[in-house]
RNA sequence: GGGCGAUUAGCUCAGUUGGUUAGAGCGCUACCUUGACACGGUAGAGGUCAGAAGUUCGAAUCUUCUAUCGCCCA
């Protein structure tokens, strides 16, 4: 910060990186900014506003998905801490079960150990201990982003307060009959060696084969039955062939044995409407032990279950392949087959197939005895919640999306085959019933023994995720109520992306409402998925993901944030390059340069930064002291901008936000107030009407910056400090935010707007006769009526200098000679370029700008005289349009009158 | 197969309940190193709003169909 007796401006250039160092999270953290407290709630009344931030995998590094959804939570909540509510962003990290054994178990195994020579303790033990040294990395870097959080609450998911949750939550919904054990088929991932649910499998297009198999029937030798498999390798397993009851191809052979070829086994051939008759041959082999649908048929039809793919992916049947990859065991049997003879043919075939979302490898069905919620019972009201609006969606189209998977909702496998994660609550005593408690000593006493073993299992890291409203604000589930809940539950934004809106925000809106009778949030801001400049996904294999920390030493934070914003418009995919965070970087400097200019205005019209600062402070826009048109188009425009500004976040529409406050101030406040405004005070001497006009640029840049705050934190808490010294513990992030004031609003300004439109039109005439930017041209203004005149007269240097020409405003100029000459909201234009323009090209010019004015009169004119149009359209859109056609005419008229002068 | 979304300037996208001679950024062209800013300024070129039909006084905007692309669920 600058010395009294120094100049107080800023730098000559910006140095994003020196700038948001100091003013890094940390910086705000020691101050407490963004701490949040329930009392300012419950005892002094503030309104609440909470974000739920959704917990990044400890395993996580910062991605361009990251800075895209905690930019825009960071906006939500800083706005509304600049409104006056009690802002509370809750921060944390979840335990990632399976990636974060897999990536301890991977350092494990270089040092040539598994967790199996641990043992569960010690291996447990080793990924606490990694999660203190790496799983911090992610928190460290999104705090790089100067996001708001209140950090004190910092929550992991495995902590003992959210442990106790989880533990709480497991056993009240089994005590009410919603979660329960069973034995069915699952998705298994051979890598991880653990179940997943079915969001956790990942549907990809893959060539296989489709293998026609001839089985031998029994009894009716030389005949056979084909099925079409593109899993030969299963046969093994088969238990039935089922044709359709329908089919008259197979009528005759339904109750018939075949024989499983390798396997030699019989198998009956039974009817089932399972069966798709035009899927192959019309014949499916039934394989219950590896295919959920197979496995119906066979409880349909009391078959037995045969298992021959064992928890690693590899073979585990007599006949041969045991120990065998499936993969591997499927090219062995297909030439086995075929050196047989019952393989009848191979086609090649596109088929959707699982793989684990995590190891990516196919998803093998495995049957095995699993824990599950019992999800319809929970869906009926968090489907309702949404249908009602009680929760809104953003954009609402994804409520289709729930609506459809709340509707044909399945039940949920929470068991995961880990050490890592919250252990199931479950103990077996020696005759194997099953105990379920909060504790050992719970079960204990349940079961009447200590001779209690536990299950080995742990949850689904979703299963303390669905718990996160919940559990960040201090739920334990012994406990209904503490002030954090009262205070700030239910939370109000949620921000996240698409894609894990089953995983996650689904099953927190069926916890909410069943631990705690209430929605978790109200809206739910879908994100934008970001891709690269061809519209590909980012991904690491493919090497396009570019490194945001990468991207911020090179362009800064809020360029960053900015460019992110500007590109992410609600509810589409954005293209992202690292290119395009020129657009925010060029922005926060010529954010910087317009201060600069603003403060060397100051310190030149005021004494000292004291006299400033007291003539600052009562200081508010007073119309009836401005001195220049564009003091007053600047501040209806301000306010304006204000207006949609708010009413774009009333109504999510952050992308909206950006693009309002970027082109007022890069139009309305640089290039036409700040414009004028030097030029107004370059020639004045009243030091007293100086000063007001710097101490509005000074007002509406303190606005800009203060809107401008919840997008780009850095560079405007740095600037905000040079509006009047302030001590360094303050932020604007705790200012309030400016409001549209409706005086502003309604004010007609387009009288007002002339002298812009003029300035444009002679700069247009200049270098359309491409007059040297060196020469001064005189320009003559026929005003359209006194007003104008009045009005152009006062603002006539400011037009001088704009258009670089010698003005002269007048009541009834003849007609110059060679003059380029228009018309402006009914005043005329005489630039008078004596040697530098051609009549030739003038009286071109006139020729066509007429021709174009008649047609478009011409066309407004068809539109006045349908009766239909003036009958039916709103009576302010007929006036408007009688107006473009009245001013349309009064153009030509004069534009005509040109014509003739060059014409004679 | 079902659902959702997209298609607007060379590229990336705005365009809120139908009422504009359709906008921005980047890129392009010309001019300008002017005491805030060349990461800048001024001016400009560039679009039959994917196609067809319909509703309407009026359609980029609403309806239907078609085409192409993308996502989700089977």
Not at 432 to 461: F, I, M, N, P
Not at 531 to 538: E, F
Request: proline share 4%; charged share 25%; glycine share 6%.
């Amino acid at each position: 910060m600058s010395e009294e007796s120094a100049p107080f401006n800023l730098e000559k250039t910006y140095h994003h990186q020196e700038v948001e160092d100091r003013w890094r999270s940390a910086h705000w953290e020691a101050l407490g900014s963004f701490h949040a407290e329930s009392g300012r709630v419950l005892a002094e009344g503030k309104t609440p506003y909470t974000v739920l931030m959704p917990p990044p995998n400890v395993t996580g590094s910062l991605t361009l998905g990251h800075v895209l959804n905690h930019t825009l939570q960071d906006i939500f909540i800083r706005y509304s801490r600049m409104t006056g509510k009690e802002a509370l962003w809750l921060p944390g990290t979840d335990h990632a079960g399976i990636a974060t054994q897999t990536v301890v178990e991977k350092k494990l195994r270089k040092e040539g150990i598994s967790r199996h020579d641990l043992g569960r303790k010690a291996f447990l033990d080793h990924v606490w201990r990694w999660r203190e040294e790496y799983g911090g990395l992610i928190l460290r870097q999104l705090r790089r982003l100067g996001i708001s959080c209140d950090w004190r609450r910092n929550l992991f998911t495995m902590d003992d307060r959210a442990s106790e949750a989880v533990i709480n939550a497991f056993t009240a919904l089994y005590r009410d009959g919603l979660i329960y054990r069973g034995t069915r088929i699952i998705n298994w991932c051979p890598v991880s060696q653990t179940a997943l649910s079915d969001e956790e499998v990942i549907m990809k297009p893959r060539r296989d084969k489709l293998v026609y198999i001839r089985y031998a029937l029994a009894k009716r030798p030389g005949e056979y039955i084909t099925i079409a498999t593109v899993r030969p390798e299963t046969i093994l397993a088969d238990v039935a062939i089922a044709v359709n009851p329908t089919d008259p191809r197979y009528r005759d052979l339904v109750g018939e044995l075949a024989v499983v070829p390798v396997a030699g086994r019989h198998i009956p051939v039974i009817a089932d409407d399972y069966v798709d008759i035009e899927f192959g041959t019309g014949a499916l082999k039934i394989t219950p032990a590896h295919d959920p649908n197979d496995y119906e048929v066979a409880r349909r039809h009391n078959l037995p279950v045969i298992s021959v793919v064992g928890k690693d992916g590899r073979m585990t049947d007599q006949y041969g392949y045991a120990g065998m990859d499936r993969f591997d065991a499927r090219e062995k049997i297909l030439s086995d087959l075929e050196e047989r003879g019952d393989l009848e043919r191979v086609e090649e075939y596109e088929h959707n197939v699982g793989y684990s979302e995590r190891a990516d490898v196919v998803v093998e069905p495995y049957l095995s005895e699993q824990w599950f919620v019992r999800m319809k019972p929970l869906s009926e009201r968090a489907l309702q919640v949404v249908n009602d609006g009680e929760i809104r969606f953003h954009p609402p189209h994804w409520i289709n999306t729930y609506r459809h998977w709340m509707e044909n909702i399945q039940d949920w496998c929470i068991s995961r085959q880990l050490w890592w994660g919250h252990r199931i609550p479950a103990w077996y005593d020696s005759d194997g019933r099953v105990w379920v408690a909060s504790s050992y000593e719970e079960a204990c006493h349940l079961a009447g023994t200590d001779k209690l073993v536990q299950d080995d299992d742990v949850l689904d890291t979703w299963f303390s995720s669905w718990l996160w409203p919940l559990t960040t604000l201090g739920w334990t589930g012994t406990h209904s109520d503490n002030d954090d809940l009262r205070a700030f539950y239910p939370t109000d934004t949620l921000v996240t992306g698409p894609d894990i809106i089953f995983f996650w925000v689904a099953r927190m809106i069926m916890a909410g409402l069943y631990f705690k009778d209430a929605v978790p949030f109200r809206d739910v801001y879908f994100t934008s998925i970001i891709r690269d400049m061809k519209g590909r996904k980012l991904s690491k294999s493919l090497g396009n993901s570019p490194d945001p920390l990468k991207v911020i030493d090179t362009y800064g934070t809020d360029a960053l944030r900015f460019t992110i914003i500007y590109i992410a418009p609600l509810g589409q995919d954005v293209l992202f390059g690292e290119e395009k965070c020129e657009l925010g970087r060029n922005f926060a400097t010529k954010l910087w340069n317009a201060s600069r200019l603003v403060f060397m205005q100051r310190e030149k019209w005021f004494g000292s930064l004291d006299e400033f600062e007291s003539a600052y402070s009562g200081f508010s826009p007073d119309r009836t002291t401005f001195a220049f048109a564009e003091e007053h188009v600047l501040t209806a425009r301000y306010h304006s901008m204000l207006d949609r500004y708010h009413t774009a976040f009333g109504q999510f529409r952050v992308n909206d936000i950006v693009r309002n406050v970027y082109e007022f101030f890069r139009g309305d406040f640089c290039d036409w107030y700040l414009e004028a405004l030097k030029i107004y005070l370059s020639g004045i001497s009243d030091a007293d009407a100086a000063r007001k006009a710097v101490l509005l640029s000074v007002h509406v840049l303190e606005g800009t910056l203060k809107i401008l705050h919840p997008v780009m934190p850095f560079i405007t808490d740095e600037i905000w400090h040079y509006i009047i010294k302030r001590p360094h513990g303050r932020s604007v992030a705790l200012s309030s935010m400016p409001e549209a004031e409706k005086e502003w609003l309604g004010m007609d300004v387009s009288l007002l707007s002339h002298p812009r439109a003029i300035i444009s039109e002679v700069r247009s005439l200049r270098s359309l006769f491409a007059v040297p930017s060196t020469s001064t041209a005189p320009l003559i203004i026929r005003a359209a009526d006194a007003a104008a005149a009045d009005l152009l007269a006062a603002d006539s240097n400011i037009i001088a200098a704009m258009t670089k020409c010698d003005v002269q405003i007048t009541a009834s100029a003849e007609k110059p000679r060679h003059a380029a000459a228009s018309v402006v909201e009914g005043n005329e234009l005489f630039v008078q370029l004596e040697g530098l323009i051609s009549f030739e090209k003038e009286r071109a010019r006139l020729q066509k700008e007429i021709s174009n004015i008649a047609s478009y009169a011409a066309s407004l004119k068809k539109k006045l005289e349908n009766s239909s149009f003036t009958a039916n359209a709103p009576k302010d859109v007929v006036e408007r349009e009688r107006d473009k056609l009245s001013e349309a005419e009064r153009n030509l008229e004069k534009l005509g009158n040109n014509l003739d002068v060059l014409a004679g």
